[in-house]
């Protein structure tokens, strides 16, 4: 019997050093992962860091923006002068052939097909020429360039000749029309 009680003690003793070791790995493990106080130096170090790296992140996006946009702009128009390659071909054709043509009016009509060629490209575009001529004059819409004395009170203030056509894209003015108004 006193073998057994002392190996009783002796268990006793291996689970009390086992209870305690296990007790100390817990604190220490505990005291891991509670958050560390950072001292102020440390707080202002890392907010800091933080601050530089996005506003790092902030300007490439900008760069990257700025330099699509530029490369959007510098592309924008490459689809109207892809429809408009066809017409330049068709003048060139023209030319070539008025050197051999005596024959006035068909080479008018060659002129006239390749006008309302471009004319329907750029109407598919949303480009609507203006009408001024016989309109009061809007300053919104119109540049007078002169001024002609009429005789009839309802020409006054009234287009009378249009010298440069006005355009419109997309219901915008581009272009403003050049008139001679009465008055």
Do not use: C, W
Request: hydrophobic share 35%; net charge negative; aromatic share 6%.
């Amino acid at each position: 019997m006193g073998e057994e009680n002392l190996e009783n003690e002796n268990n006793e003793k291996e689970t009390t050093r086992d209870q305690e070791a296990l007790n100390t790995d817990t604190q220490e493990s505990v005291n891991e992962d509670a958050p560390k106080e950072l001292s102020p130096d440390d707080k202002y170090a890392e907010l800091n860091d933080r601050f530089l790296r996005l506003f790092a992140e902030f300007d490439n996006y900008r760069k990257r923006s700025n330099k699509e946009r530029l490369e959007l702009i510098s592309t924008a128009s490459s689809g109207i002068l892809r429809d408009l390659l066809p017409v330049v071909d068709d003048f060139d054709r023209a030319i070539a052939n008025n050197e051999n043509i005596d024959d006035a009016k068909a080479i008018k009509e060659g002129v006239q097909i390749i006008y309302n060629k471009l004319r329907s490209i750029l109407e598919a575009q949303g480009l609507k020429p203006m009408d001024a001529k016989g309109k009061p004059f809007d300053s919104e819409l119109h540049e007078a360039i002169a001024n002609v004395p009429v005789t009839d009170e309802k020409e006054k203030g009234i287009v009378i000749d249009d010298v440069e056509k006005g355009y419109y894209l997309n219901e915008k003015v581009i272009r403003y029309a050049k008139v001679v108004v009465g008055q």
